[in-house]
Antibody, heavy 117, light 111 residues
Framework: EVQLVESGGGLVQPGGSLRLSCAAS????????MNWVRQAPGKGLEWVSY????????YYADSVKGRFTISRDNAKNSLYLQMNSLRAEDTAVYYC??????????WGQGTLVTVSS | QSALTQPASVSGSPGQSITISCTGT?????????VSWYQQHPGKAPKLMIY???KRPSGVSNRFSGSKSGNTASLTISGLQAEDEADYYC???????????FGGGTKLTVL
């Protein structure tokens, strides 16, 4: 069974940093592209970042470019999102999502990030 | 404002059929047969219901179907059941820089 479990969310002040993790199991993690998608409270979904299976190709949404860094450790079956210079508008539930054929097929339960003073 | 446009809400009675539309542009929905639909119950992760416009993942009821015409995709749920009550989101691939764009979500109420 495919499982994605996010962790690392919490309350952080504007300008602060946070590192999210996503532990994957039930599939060959190193064979799949992965993404982060977020959902602000009461709002829709927004794609945040993509990383190829090897980690060699990375993309970011314009809203987080220069502030967020995606990475992965295939030996640990883990995906990460380093978030710096956080803003109030980054407040959201962050989901990691596996990608299959340019489609996000499996999602984790999400971790809540709240940026507030 | 979401990139794809969905109605905020739809409703139907048990046994009826409903259709949710998802309107994009020639840069996303109109360019790729990579439209997917997700069901999300409160506090839960999105669940893939339809991918590549009209394909159903294993385990998803055949009451769910998808289609596309031009820049608009649609999700149809037939034989509505109480457990279908949820939020539904459409998603389209939009190229290697924009990647995925989503609709704002549609709340389905089963009366």
């Amino acid at each position: 069974e495919v499982q994605l479990v996010e962790s690392g969310g919490g309350l952080v002040q504007p300008g602060g940093s946070l590192r999210l993790s996503c532990a994957a199991s039930g599939f060959t993690f190193s064979s799949y592209e992965m993404n982060w998608v977020r959902q602000a409270p009461g709002k829709g979904l927004e794609w945040v970042s993509y990383i190829s299976s090897s980690g060699s190709t990375i993309y970011y949404a314009d809203s987080v470019k220069g502030r967020f860094t995606i990475s992965r450790d295939n030996a640990k079956n883990s995906l990460y999102l380093q978030m710096n210079s956080l803003r109030a508008e980054d407040t959201a539930v962050y989901y990691c999502a596996r990608e299959e054929g340019a489609t996000p097929d499996y999602w984790g339960q999400g971790t809540l990030v709240t940026v507030s003073s | 404002q979401s990139a794809l446009t969905q109605p905020a809400s739809v409703s139907g009675s048990p046994g009826q059929s409903i259709t949710i539309s998802c309107t994009g542009t020639s840069s996303d929905v109109g360019s790729y047969n990579l439209v997917s639909w997700y069901q999300q119950h409160p506090g839960k992760a999105p669940k893939l219901m339809i991918y590549e416009v009209s394909k159903r993942p294993s385990g998803v009821s055949n009451r769910f179907s998808g289609s596309k015409s031009g820049n608009t995709a649609s999700l149809t749920i037939s034989g509505l059941q109480a457990e279908d009550e949820a939020d539904y989101y459409c998603c389209s691939y939009a190229g290697s820089s924009t990647f995925w764009v989503f609709g704002g979500g549609t709340k389905l109420t089963v009366l």
